[in-house]
């Protein structure tokens, strides 16, 4: 499982490493951000079975952080109903998601936002978190993905967060190769901790 996590990582960085010439940036800094994360899409496949994990339905709202293409939010609109939100900080990728959107008639369910995807004010509106993100990024988020409301879902594809073991882990097969796939619903806090 490591190994394959590995791998996993290595793609997403040897992609940081071919992409970040092309958008002329040489430092660890893009969009004003530490950039360690770049994009890589997630397979058609693997998204349904993200979203299948989730058991998404209509009165869902998904948020994908780091969105990429759209594909996410706009596969649970177009399939199940759910609203959605996608965050992505790339102005390209923003412009790719609302194609997406459109192109699925989707608009009318689905936001498409540019910026940081760690500092989303409304998150607690959130039923369903899609994620795709390298491990620096799942640390950042462990704390307020714990804290969020009980009941809320997130599907991790490849890394998960380091401290909040998974309640459901999934290998699934794609078209290229096997996908690690985590899931965690956030549980009811003890009494004390509410207070
Ligand atoms: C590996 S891709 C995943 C794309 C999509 N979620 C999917 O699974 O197909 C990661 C995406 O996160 C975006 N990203 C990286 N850091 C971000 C941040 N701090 N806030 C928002 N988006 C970010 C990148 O621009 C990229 O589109």
């Not at 940081?16 to 092309?22: E, G, H, K, Q």
């Not at 790339?90 to 498409?112: A, C, F, M, N, Y």
């Amino acid at each position: 499982m490591r190994t394959r996590r590995l791998v996993g990582g290595l793609l997403l960085i040897a992609a940081v490493a071919v992409t970040l010439p092309a958008h002329g940036q040489g430092g660890g800094k893009k969009f004003g951000i530490e950039c360690d994360i770049i994009y890589v899409p997630t397979e058609q496949e693997v998204v349904e079975k993200m979203l299948d994990m989730a058991k998404v339905k209509k009165k869902d709202v998904v948020y994908d952080l780091g969105c990429g293409d759209g594909r996410i939010v706009a596969t649970a609109a177009k399939k199940f109903g759910a609203k959605g939100v996608g965050v992505d900080i790339d102005p390209d990728r923003i412009k790719d998601s609302k194609k997406t959107v459109k192109d699925q008639g989707v608009g009318k369910l689905v936001e498409i936002r540019e910026g940081d995807a760690l500092k989303v004010k409304d998150l607690d509106k959130a039923t369903v978190i899609m994620l795709y993100m390298l491990p620096p990024f799942m640390e950042k988020l462990e704390e307020q993905a714990k804290n969020l409301k009980p009941g809320t879902r997130i599907v991790a594809h490849d890394f998960p967060f380091p401290n909040w073991k998974a309640d459901v882990t999934v290998k699934f097969r794609g078209p290229a190769r096997t996908h690690d796939l985590y899931m965690w619903t956030v549980p009811e806090r003890k009494v004390e901790e509410k207070k």
